[in-house]
């Protein structure tokens, strides 16, 4: 998977791709070995339960709305022009509590397994499902409080 030229155009995704992942519309942009990018579409009261990334650095660049991101105990909010960063190996969980719609640019570096994991995951709605499929790939979901 090396990185063409070109442009990936604003309303498309590569090959004319994309996913619902967890409610969210998840567009991308780039792919290669080196660098993944989406765009997510994230509606207001919907969420990505905290996660670990083992193997790659993972970030945010909000465009419009606010996202709160939870490290642990540690709760951050995120609005439009924010850049958000999620080293790997440090939980995170991603909330839109805001009542709105946020609109951002994601990443991860290297790009791993997280494009086949989009598309394994699209309109799944099993969340054993897919905590199975995503630790498959590389992504580790934390078990609720109180359970593990």
Known sequence: MTLTPGITPSTDGLDGVAW???????TPKLLSETAFLWHAVIPADTFVPPHIHPLQDEWIYMLEGELEIEFGEEKHVAGPGDMVRMPMGVAHGIFNRSGETASCTFGVA?????FDLFGKLHNVTDPA????IS??????????????
């Not at 290297?110 to 997280?114: A, C, N, Q, Y």
């Not at 499902?129 to 199975?132: G, N």
């Not at 790939?137 to 593990?148: A, I, Q, R, S």
Request: charged share 20%.
């Open 20 to 26: 619902n992942v967890v409610g969210h519309t998840y």
């Open 110 to 114: 290297p790009s791993g397994k997280l």
């Open 129 to 132: 499902e897919l905590v199975r």
């Open 135 to 148: 630790a498959e790939h590389d992504v580790n979901f934390l078990p609720p409080p109180g359970e593990g």
